[in-house]
């Protein structure tokens, strides 16, 4: 699972693991622009070896004599870059453009070769076996053979090691879970490398988009030697970070500028045109666009939504890339008076959608009514459309909103004790919580306190269940409705809401073991009717991402995972 409450920040920025699709202008999540289904690789795959000409990623081809440099500002400092541990989505533009795994995600949204130039699918679809390209190389020079993704494994079925999404490997995996229980060891899991070049996975169960998910970061390699000499620290200096994707590291400061320089020991360094990346942190997005105005940076992560408006009526430099992801905010379920089922569908229909919406996000974004985000295309139709609103709508049911708070026990709000809303510091989130707290007020009378702290505290805090109210998003990181529906299963580990049912967990479980896409689809819809019944979490939009680049930085893409890759970026002048 992906990128959590950063990622809510990101796309209430106007937005944020593989390169995905290319900038294009757009407002919002039409037919045309939203990502399509990638379910058809792993069933080819069963058939025969994806061919790299069709699936690869395409390099411009326009030939410059311009320096390839580029400055970029970010806006947030990410909690770690160690690819296997976090799951925070300010480390993407660092880990897409320094770490590459088995597979990944093209221009086109489509399943690529990577590191493993091709595969194959048993016939009960439970064991890959991959082929790793030729003289794969570190960025220091030295090799990389299956012996580092089985070190990798190994290191991430260890508690320890604090990976985030270790059910990514401990939910599929054979004895992965056992092993991360300590109960096997790792001998025993479905991990193999028969020689240098072959890497096999063998599955408990087949699961249609597993290989879908070996395109998310934890599944990148890491290098031995630097992690087991430096530790945790491996990844703090640019002399220990050893990395395998077609930029390294050489410069690294991450409160002022990270400079990322060519790799040449990358196996596609021959496609590889840019020489620099800076990555300048530059926190206040206002301060930002001065730069960005005064050319002192070729881009910026993120759009003051003061400006967005005004840029999008007259920049060609902004760009507006579909993103696959919902922002809503966290109820505490363990908590009262949210554990009160009545008490969460109150605060869901006090919600004007179309006021956040149009008022303080500039209308980039459509009203969300429950986890899964539109933008997942089967047989022609969008996984969502049809779908209930379950009793929520664009604009407040007031009425029915007092009511549901009435029948929980708190008439106009009487007695309701104050509402403690927290969010992540930033002017914008800001002005979602404020606007939230005033529709709390007017709508249901009650008083609301708004609290913010800086990232680190603030993930913390929520991680610990130590909240009420919480500003929160979920991005896929892979394009498949799977990829959001395990974040209120009870038992995982990114559940942070306190809200626990087994229907939703079976139907979900259910899903993950059926092959026919059709039946998996339905058991996920079954599932989320079951969920949004109980209301654990309030919903509130999907959006798209949009930053600024100038027109002579080409190449790059913004994928509506939210990865963001200069592999095939040049500078035309």
Request: net charge negative; glycine share 4%; hydrophobic share 40%.
């Amino acid at each position: 699972m992906k990128k959590f409450l950063s990622l809510f920040i990101s796309l209430v920025l106007i937005t944020t693991l593989l390169a995905g699709c290319g900038p294009k202008q757009g407002t919002s999540q039409t037919e045309e622009d939203t990502p399509k289904s990638n379910t058809t690789e792993t069933t080819e795959a069963k058939e025969k070896t994806p061919e790299k000409e069709q699936t690869t990623q395409t390099p411009t081809t326009e030939t410059t004599t311009a320096e390839q440099k580029i400055i970029f500002a970010l806006h947030d400092v990410p909690d770690g870059i160690d690819p296997n541990v976090t799951n925070n989505s300010f480390a993407t533009p660092f880990l897409s453009n320094c770490f590459e795994g088995l597979v990944s995600i093209n221009e086109k949204n489509e399943l690529a070769p990577a590191l493993a130039e091709k595969w194959t699918i048993s016939e009960d679809g439970k064991t890959y076996t991959f082929t790793l390209r030729d003289n794969l190389k570190w960025s220091d020079g030295s090799p990389l053979t299956s012996a580092d993704f089985m070190y990798t494994m190994e290191r991430i079925l260890k508690p320890e090691t604090t990976c985030q999404n270790v059910t990514m490997l401990t939910d599929y995996v054979v004895n992965a879970l056992a092993c991360y229980e300590g109960k096997v060891p790792f001998d025993q899991v479905g991990f193999k490398a028969p020689d240098e070049k072959t890497f096999v996975i063998e599955l408990m169960d087949p699961a249609s988009f597993y290989i879908d998910i070996l395109s998310l970061f934890i599944y990148c390699p890491v290098q031995k030697a630097t992690v087991e000499a430096n530790g945790d620290k491996w990844t703090l200096s640019a002399d220990t970070y050893v990395v395998n994707g077609p930029f390294k590291i050489t410069k690294m400061n991450m409160n002022e500028a990270i400079v990322l320089t060519k790799n040449e020991h990358y196996w596609d360094a021959a496609n590889v045109t840019l020489e620099e990346i800076t990555f300048r942190m530059i926190k206040d997005q206002a301060t930002a666009l001065l730069a960005f105005d005064s050319k002192e940076i070729d881009g910026m992560r993120s759009v003051p939504m003061a400006d967005f408006a005004r840029l999008k009526a007259e920049s060609n430099d902004l760009h507006i890339v579909p993103s696959y992801a919902t922002s809503y905010y966290l109820l505490n379920n363990a908590q009262p008076p949210y554990d009160n089922v009545l008490v969460r569908k109150a605060l869901n229909l006090a919600v004007d959608r179309n006021s956040l919406i149009e008022n303080v996000l500039q209308g980039n974004a459509i009203p969300a009514y429950s986890l899964f985000a539109p933008g997942y295309i089967f047989n022609g139709k969008d996984f969502t459309e049809g779908r209930s609103n379950y009793g929520l709508s664009a604009n407040a049911n007031v009425e029915e909103a007092k009511k549901a708070l009435a029948e929980a026990g708190y008439p106009n709000g009487e007695g309701f004790p104050t509402m403690k809303l927290s969010y992540y510091t930033s002017p914008q989130v800001k002005l979602i919580a404020e606007a939230l707290a005033q529709m709390f007020k007017e709508n249901l009378n009650i008083n609301v306190e708004i609290t913010n702290s800086e990232w680190a505290v603030y993930y913390a805090e929520v991680q610990a269940g130590k909240y009420e109210v919480a500003a929160m998003g979920v991005g896929a990181d892979y394009l498949h409705p799977m990829s959001f529906a395990p974040v209120f299963i009870s038992t995982e580990p990114t559940n942070d809401t306190g809200y626990g049912s087994k229907f939703y967990d079976e139907k979900i479980i259910a899903a993950k073991k059926e092959l026919d896409p059709e039946k998996m689809l339905n058991l996920i819809r079954e599932a989320e009717d079951i969920l949004m019944e109980d209301y654990p979490f309030l919903p509130l939009y999907h959006r798209s991402s949009s930053l600024l680049m100038r027109d002579y930085v080409q190449g790059w893409t913004l994928s509506p995972t939210g990865n963001f890759c200069f592999k095939y970026a040049k500078v035309v002048k």
